[in-house]
């Protein structure tokens, strides 16, 4: 597990291939499911759902005459829900032990390999985006803002200290501007000011609300003054409402509606929306919406639906801002379904989160049954 997580940027075959990392991490589920099992949630039977449903479309579509190479989409739905799973059980039963130093390398992996190629933050003539060891710069926006969430995670967990955290925060969004991935750059700069808030103290608290006004008004007094235009990141962003590629249409949300009922509820299938949009939909939920249609997106749902509660209530509002907006942010514009690191987060993310629920609800067991303590009525507000 340490060294699938350690591997994470390292691409050695082509996009939509197995990578080392997909390797090692797949004789770690294989290991930790033989000897610990499957665990039966429901979020867990939700993907395995989605395996299952994707798996049916594809092969209908097949039989039809459809290229079988669109079967590769059940195999990523199936591989991601082993990993889930026996990542939860891991974390559940281990803590972040291994992750934490095992993202830590991942980060300074992608770091020193972007700063030893050499990225170009002004605009100097041709705009080459950074890719690092990636196969594509969009994959290291979506590294990006992972590690960010990671991060807080680690942080909020007590595995790494403040200091440590905004360090890798900074990598996070160096890493996203030199990748020029408008909704990775988007998702940082919208999460690092929440993620930052301290909770030690109120005049902490304070100081950080007085320096994070202070920041903003200076980024904006520097931008309305020009001193900003000569970055190509600001460029990006700034005209990032006359491109054409960043609308909805563009990104392939709506080849569903091209479709009959029956594809409507249960997806036109890979291969037909790659005709339709020309290639795959740029989208988490957009994707599977297009490829498994209403069926498929609310099986998916359910799964992403439990993630989100289970955050909350661990974290409060503040975590889960920072530990499902990264991810969820960049999906609206970006496939995430088959990145390996989301599925990390996921789902270690998801294990923390149910033992602070259980340690919690233990605390108040104990407390309600202390000597000389009532217990609470049932229904009893406490």
Known sequence: MFLGASLLPVYVFGSGGVQPTHLLLAGFAG????????????????????????????????MAGGNAKFLINAVFFFYNALLTGAVYVHTRENGLSTLVPGILVAAGIALV?????????????????????????????????????????????????????????????????????????????????????????RNALLGWLVVIIAGMVMLLHLYQNGALDSFIFMERLANMANENDSSLASRGYFAILEGNLAQMLFGLGGEIVDDIVGHEVHSTLGSVLNNYGLVGLALFSIALAVWVLRLWQGYGAA???????????????????????????????????????????QDDRRRSTEPGRRPLARGAVS
Request: glycine fraction near 6%; include cysteine; aromatic fraction near 14%.
């Open 31 to 62: 290991l930790k499911l033989l000897t610990r099992g499957i665990p039966v949630t429901g979020w867990l039977l939700a993907l395995f759902a989605v395996f299952l449903h994707s798996l049916a479309v594809e092969s209908i579509y097949v």
């Open 113 to 201: 390999t972007i700063l030893v190629t050499g990225v170009s933050l002004r605009d100097i003539g041709d705009v080459t985006r950074a890719t690092g060891t990636f196969n594509n710069p969009n994959q290291l926006g979506y590294f990006s803002v992972c590690l960010l969430s990671f991060a807080y995670l680690f942080y909020r967990e007590g595995r790494v200290s403040y200091w440590i955290a905004v360090t890798v925060f900074s990598v996070s969004l160096y890493l996203a501007i030199a990748s020029l991935s408008k909704a990775a750059m988007l998702a940082n700069f919208i999460v690092i000011i929440v993620a930052l808030k301290p909770v030690s103290s």
């Open 319 to 361: 975590g889960f801002v920072c530990l499902a907006g990264p991810p969820l942010l960049y999906g609206i514009t970006h496939n995430g379904v088959r990145f390996t690191i989301f599925w990390l987060l996921f789902s270690a993310s998801m294990a923390m989160a149910r033992n602070r629920c259980a340690m919690r609800t």
